[in-house]
Structure formats: structure tokens, C-alpha cells
């Protein structure tokens, strides 16, 4: 099955456009059209209808993707693999990660990256915990810098550093000069929840807490939820990397008992990593020391 056609037909349920793919990859739109259609006859059924809003993967199309990702993720491993024995690394580097991950470590981490391997082009994709997840079972991403994922996640882990968890209260808040927040006290709490049900940092403190919270808004970013909080309108909690760099009338206090997640790297599997995936890896590991 040809790389190439594969990459086309991944494209135009990215993109839903054919033209679209067709500007990305340098073709004619007919030509990409040839080609899609050309898939379809190698795979016996359609991949692609049209709608309204351009094109979408049909039913079976959905469920060839993990598969066609595999065919085009082998070519790249096999491309790098080989400028890598020549000595010149190559390729592209997919990376999930946590938003805070994203804004804090890799533009340090990535800066180093690139100068050693100016040939490797480096795509981020952020996110919360359950669409990194997917991600991963995807191999939508060559690996994933985040908390560790759950067991329903297959994955091999490599851990970089722990992070505590903060709870977020109003500067104005009766108990934002204490020392530690007592975990038991967020029910007592009009909370404001970032990505509810996605597998966030959040969602693992109710359920390893046993807390079950006043949720009184709910918001798909976490810098609205700080500025929530700095308008006096509830608390809530995050990582404390999240938040390192946010200046606002917002108390950062750790929780009694502290509270800690590990953040680090998975990959869907070390064993098959790409050499690009490999070299991220390893230099992450030597900076981990530095990364604040």
C-alpha cells in the first residue's frame, strides 16, 4: 500500500478539502482525487463522501485510519532510520502534549532539539488527558509529553519529573495565607472545572480524593478558569508548572496531603520509536534537571 496515497487520504479527513490536500502536497486537485479513488479500489470499499463541509471519512474510513497512520509512520521511520545512518537526521517529529508542557519546557527543550537536528520538523498538538490518549492509540503522535496515562492506555512511559498539584483560590480568600489547603475542604468550595470527563489532573484528584465538587462553571482553558478564580467566583486546582509564568490576584496553595502527578513521555511503544522520537527522548532525559 503506497505511503503516499495513504498520506493523502489522512489529509482530506484533516482538512475535509481536497483542494486543501492538494496545495499541502504539491498535486492537482484531480490528481489527489485519482488518488484517494485508487485506495478505495486497493481496500474494496470507499473511504471518502462528500458533505456540506467538504469531505468526511465514511464509517470504514474511520476505521482504516489507526492502520493507514501505521503505513505512513513506517515510511518516515524507515527515511529516518536511513538519513540517521548517514549521519544526517531527518523526518517529522509529532508531539502531544499538555498545555503546560507546551508553554513552560519545550521551547527551551525543542530549541536545543533543532540545533542539533535541523533537519527534523517538529509538529505539536495539545491537549487534555483522554484526547492525548487517543493520540497515542491512534499513533496519531510519535509520543506524548503529559501526565502518566491510565492503565486503559497501552503505552511504555518514561518519567521525567513530579509535579504538585495547587489549589486555586481568590486573593481575598479566607484561607488563600494558609500554608496547605485541606483536600476534604474542596466540597465545601464553589469550584470551576477545566475539560470535565477528559481524563484531566482534575478529574484524577476527585477520583483518588474520593471529592465530590460544588461545580458551578466549567471552561475548556485553563487560563479562563485562573481568571475565573482571580474574579472571586470559586476556586480551583492545576498543576503547579501550569501556572508558573500567569500573574494574577490568584493564591497558589499546596493541598494537605500534598498532592502530586508524574509528568514524562509515552510513546506507543519504545521497541518501534522513530530515530527522531528517540533523539527528543534522550535529550529531554539530559535537560530534565534544568527544566523549571
Not at 503516499?4 to 492537482?28: D, H, I, Q
Not at 489527489?32 to 473511504?47: A, N
Not at 503546560?100 to 540545533?115: D, N, T
Amino acid at each position: 500500500m503506497d505511503a503516499v496515497k495513504c498520506r493523502a487520504f489522512l489529509l482530506a479527513v484533516e482538512c475535509g478539502s481536497l483542494t486543501e490536500v492538494a496545495e499541502r502536497m504539491g498535486y492537482t486537485q484531480p490528481g489527489i482525487t485519482r488518488m484517494i479513488h485508487s485506495l478505495e479500489q486497493e481496500v474494496g470499499f470507499k473511504l471518502l463522501v462528500r458533505s456540506k463541509r467538504g469531505v468526511v471519512p465514511t464509517a470504514n474510513g474511520q476505521e482504516m485510519m489507526p492502520a493507514l497512520r501505521e503505513v505512513v509512520r513506517a515510511e518516515r521511520v524507515a527515511e529516518e532510520q536511513g538519513s540517521n545512518i548517514s549521519g544526517m537526521l531527518s523526518g517529522v517529529l509529532t508531539i502531544g502534549c499538555y498545555w503546560s508542557v507546551g508553554q513552560q519546557w519545550l521551547p527551551s527543550i525543542l530549541a536545543r532539539f533543532c540545533e542539533s537536528f535541523p533537519g527534523v520538523n517538529v509538529s505539536l498538538h495539545e491537549g487534555g488527558g483522554r484526547e492525548l490518549g487517543r493520540m497515542l492509540e491512534e499513533r496519531a503522535v510519535d509520543l506524548c509529553f503529559c501526565a502518566q496515562p491510565g492503565e486503559a492506555v497501552e503505552c511504555d512511559w518514561v518519567p521525567v519529573r513530579k509535579d504538585e498539584l495547587l489549589a486555586w483560590l481568590p486573593a481575598g480568600h479566607p484561607k488563600a495565607g494558609l500554608n496547605a489547603f485541606p483536600v476534604a475542604d474542596v466540597e465545601k468550595e464553589s469550584f470551576i472545572s477545566t475539560l470535565p470527563g477528559e481524563d484531566t489532573d482534575i478529574d484524577r484528584f476527585f477520583e483518588t480524593n474520593h471529592v465530590k465538587p460544588d461545580v458551578r462553571f466549567t471552561t475548556g482553558n485553563d487560563y479562563t478558569a485562573y481568571c475565573m478564580v482571580e474574579a472571586g467566583l470559586g476556586m480551583s486546582l492545576n498543576n503547579r508548572l501550569l501556572s508558573a509564568r500567569w500573574k494574577g490576584a490568584v493564591a497558589e496553595v499546596p493541598f494537605d496531603p500534598p498532592q502530586y502527578i508524574s509528568l514524562g513521555i509515552a510513546v506507543p511503544s519504545l521497541k518501534d520509536v522513530s530515530p527522531a522520537a528517540r533523539k527528543f527522548i534522550e535529550l529531554v532525559l539530559e535537560m530534565r534537571d534544568d527544566l523549571a
